[in-house]
Nanobody, 125 residues
Framework: VQLVESGGGFAQAGDSLRLSCAAS????????VGWFRQAPGKEREFVAR????????EYTDAVKGRFTISRDTSKNTVDLQMNSLKIEDTGVYYC???????????????????WGQGTQVTVSS
């Protein structure tokens, strides 16, 4: 599955941004889609996940109540609506898909099979 992220950019604290992830290729294999982010000098970390069929959502505590993940299975897209942005939300945001069946830990990077190239989000005060 090929993934392309878009929608990143510059924002001020308190603003909103909407990221989009477009999937192509063997999209029928998608089991779930996750968003991760990586701040400068830090490890890549889990942000949110949505299951493809049921649409079950999960979030890291740092973004709960501010970010919303959604999917459009007819368009093979997954969006991340980011509201009330904080400076600490700055980083490169990646979407990733899981195509394998079975149980997995959705916060772990190696639970996902294909990754996009990332999109930069910069939040300033």
């Amino acid at each position: 599955v090929q993934l392309v992220e878009s929608g990143g950019g510059f924002a001020q604290a308190g603003d909103s941004l909407r990221l989009s992830c477009a999937a192509s290729g063997q999209t029928y294999m998608i089991d779930a889609v996750g968003w991760f982010r990586q701040a400068p000098g830090k490890e890549r970390e889990f942000v949110a996940r949505i299951t493809w069929t049921v649409g079950r959502e999960e979030y890291t505590d740092a973004v709960k109540g501010r970010f919303t993940i959604s999917r459009d299975t007819s368009k093979n897209t997954v969006d991340l609506q980011m509201n009330s942005l904080k400076i600490e939300d700055t980083g490169v945001y990646y979407c990733a898909v899981r195509t394998r069946a079975g149980w997995y830990d959705y916060v772990k990077i190696d639970s996902y099979d294909d990754w996009g190239q990332g999109t930069q989000v910069t939040v300033s005060s």
